[in-house]
């Protein structure tokens, strides 16, 4: 599933000049300074998917040290198969899947209370402010919210975004197509 | 899929993410992990030799119904056939009574109640009487 062309187009799209990804031979599984430089280099880039998948900011931030500290325990067995951002990708989606399910889990009893209630409509300030995407990825399967910000936030294509999630393409390809499918109807055509 | 609207997604989600403000932290959360990664290194030789021990001395305690581990001793060496010297200092000297409770069963049924230097004997007194026939086969020849 995982090929040498998507391994490397993933590497190709992530060496961005703000952030510059060693190549992969540079990592070595196991090895404190290797983790520690993939830690400095892909730190933020994992925050900002970790933003469009959980909605705030704080809350990626944390993810992303939970993510970081499964990926440190993970590191002496990653394989090399797929490249460290990517591998640290899965994991970092893994995790904001996981703060997802427990965030609705927490929220139960309040829905619960609100049952029968209309719901209440965003507030046109907050909206403002954290813009209008944001959110509205947030109410997105988390899923669904990783393929399209690895797919449009990244530029992955849909066969790197299976690289990196670790399903097939096809999957990754009916996910984006029901989260636009969903962004359309509530952004509508502005986006 | 309408690649404008595509287009339009990406721009408004590049334009949003990139404005915010990330900082790496100067301390990772998985620092914690080292230092506790360094401990179980150092601690893990000790609590694996910890465990050892207090699985051998419940055997032991067990086997010899006592918690005392001079009598584990004792019973290790009785059941071994080692002399120490304190028996080979006091042949004369009755066996302290708890090892000889707890000593090997079949020991005990060999010899007879109340003789308990007698298996020490009893293998230097056995080649002596085999000894004894052969001169006894020879003068039985000599009348046949």
């Given at each position: ?27 070595t599984?196991?090895v ?35 993510a ?11 394989s ?18 996981s703060?997802r ?40 399967p ?14 992955y ?9 670790g399903?097939s ?23 | ?6 287009q ?41 030799a ?10 032991a ?49 060999a ?15 056995e080649?002596v ?10 003068a ?5």
């Open positions: 599933m995982v090929t040498e062309g998507a391994v490397t187009g993933i590497l190709e799209r992530a060496a961005t000049p703000a952030d510059v990804l060693p190549p992969l031979a540079q990592y599984p196991g404190q300074a290797d983790f520690d430089r993939l830690y400095r280099a892909s730190f933020v880039r994992v925050v900002r998917t970790l933003t469009g998948i959980v909605g705030s900011l704080e809350a990626a931030e944390d993810c992303a040290q939970e970081f500290t499964r990926a440190y325990r993970a590191w002496p067995g990653w090399g198969d797929v490249p460290a951002e990517a591998w640290l990708h899965r994991i970092a989606v893994n995790t904001a899947i703060y399910r427990r965030e609705q889990i927490r929220s139960l009893p309040s829905l619960i209370m609100r049952l029968g209630i209309p719901p209440q409509a965003p507030d046109p300030a907050q909206r403002a402010e954290s813009g209008t995407l944001l959110p509205e990825l947030r109410r997105l988390p899923k669904q919210a990783a393929a399209i910000v690895l797919r449009y936030y990244h530029g294509s849909n066969r790197e975004v299976a690289a990196a999630l399903v393409e096809r999957t990754v390809g009916q996910r984006i197509s029901d989260a636009l499918a969903i962004l359309r109807i509530r952004l509508g055509e502005t986006a | 899929m309408d690649s404008s609207f595509e339009a997604l990406t721009r408004r989600l590049r334009s949003e993410l990139d404005a915010l403000h990330v900082t790496v932290p100067a301390v990772p959360g998985y620092s914690g992990q080292r230092s506790l990664r360094f401990a179980w290194a150092v601690a893990r030789p000790l609590a694996m910890l465990a050892a021990a207090l699985l051998l001395g419940s055997v305690a067990f086997a010899s119904g006592s918690p005392n581990p001079k009598v584990w001793v004792t019973e290790a060496e009785h059941s071994l056939g080692i002399q120490t010297p304190d028996d080979e200092n006091a042949p004369g000297a009755a066996p302290s009574p708890r090892p000889s409770e707890s000593a090997d069963p079949g020991e005990d049924r010899a007879p109640p109340g003789s308990r230097s007698e298996p020490s004997d009893k293998p230097t007194a080649p009487e085999r000894q004894t026939p052969e001169p006894a086969d020879g039985a020849e000599a009348d046949g």
